[in-house]
C-alpha cells in the first residue's frame, strides 16, 4: 500500500476542486490503474487543504508514472478529466517545475506532494439557472 499526502496551496486552489478530487477518486476506485483503498479530505485550512491517498501498489511505479500521476491531479482538480485530448495533454506536456509541482519521498510507499498554483486550464464552471437576461 502507498500513502500520498496532497496538500493544495490557497487561494490558488479551492475547497470545492479538492472536494471534486475526493468524490472523482472514490468513483473511480481507482488512481493510475492502481486500486484506492482511501481517499479523503483531512484537513482544510486558509493556507492549505490537507488530501491523504491510500492506494495498493500493483506495479513499480518509475519515475515518469509518478510524474504523470502527480500531473493528473491538476487535470482533476481543474474539472477536466472527461476533456478532449488535446486539452489533458495541454496539462501533461508540462514539467512538474512548470506546474509548482514540488514532492519529497519518504520511502518506496509515501510521498508529500505539494501543489502550489492552479491548473493552467480549467472546465469552465456550470451556468447558474438563476440568472436571467431582463
Known amino acids: 500500500m502507498a500513502t500520498w499526502h496532497l496538500m ?3 487561494p490558488a486552489f479551492l475547497t470545492p476542486q479538492i472536494q471534486h478530487i475526493v468524490e472523482f477518486l472514490r468513483q473511480t476506485g481507482s488512481f493510475g490503474g492502481f486500486p484506492i483503498n482511501r481517499v479523503s479530505l483531512v484537513r482544510d485550512t486558509s493556507d492549505l487543504a490537507y488530501l491523504d491517498l491510500d492506494f495498493k501498489i500493483t506495479a513499480a511505479i518509475t519515475q515518469p508514472t509518478f510524474t504523470d500521476m502527480c500531473k493528473y491531479m491538476l487535470v482533476v482538480a481543474g474539472g477536466l478529466e472527461g476533456a478532449p485530448m488535446p486539452v489533458y495533454f495541454a496539462i501533461m506536456q508540462h514539467t512538474l517545475d512548470e506546474l509548482s509541482i514540488t514532492y ?10 505539494y501543489y502550489w498554483q492552479a491548473p493552467p486550464i480549467q472546465a469552465a464552471p456550470e451556468p447558474d439557472d438563476r440568472l436571467r437576461f431582463r
Open 8 to 10: 493544495f496551496q490557497k
Open 104 to 113: 519529497h519521498i519518504y520511502d518506496a510507499h509515501t510521498a508529500d506532494i
